[in-house]
C-alpha cells in the first residue's frame, strides 16, 4: 500500500479515462499541479471544443464520472482535487471549474441544434 505523501500519477489517470471520448486523442493537454503543504492537486484538462460534448455526456454524466474517479484517488492519497476543463480552439473562453463543494452547479453545455432534437411526448388534441 502506498504512503500517504505519494500522489497519485493524476495525469496518466486523467488521460486514460478521457482519451476514449476523444475523436482525436493527441488533442487532451492535462497539467497538473500538486501542493504538498494544503494536500491539493489542480488538474487543468484541454482538448478540441468539438469534443465538449462526448467528454461531457447527456446531462454531464460522463464528466461527473470521471470527477468522481479523480476524487476517489485523491482522497486514498489523502488530497483535494479540483478539475478545470478549458476549450483548446474555441474563440470564448470556455472553462468550466469543478469543485467537490458546488455540486449542483454542473450542468452539461447546451446546443441549440440538439434541444430540438429531443423527442416530445405526443399531444393528442381534445374532441369537441
Request: hydrophobic share 35%; proline share 7%; glycine share 6%.
Amino acid at each position: 500500500m502506498k504512503s500517504p505523501a505519494t500522489s497519485p500519477n493524476y495525469v496518466g489517470l486523467v488521460k486514460f479515462l478521457v482519451q476514449p471520448f476523444l475523436e482525436s486523442p493527441e488533442s487532451l493537454s492535462v497539467d497538473c499541479e500538486v501542493s504538498q503543504t494544503l494536500k491539493r492537486v489542480w488538474i487543468r484538462i484541454a482538448f478540441d471544443s468539438t469534443d465538449k460534448g462526448k467528454v461531457f455526456g447527456r446531462w454531464g454524466r460522463n464528466i461527473q464520472a470521471i470527477r468522481t474517479v479523480i476524487a476517489a484517488a485523491a482522497e486514498l492519497a489523502g488530497q483535494s482535487v479540483y478539475l478545470d476543463i478549458y476549450g483548446s480552439s474555441s474563440q470564448s473562453r470556455d472553462s468550466m471549474s469543478f469543485d467537490e463543494d458546488q455540486e449542483e452547479g454542473i450542468l452539461p453545455p447546451k446546443s441549440k441544434e440538439r434541444e430540438s432534437n429531443i423527442p416530445r411526448p405526443v399531444v393528442k388534441p381534445r374532441l369537441r
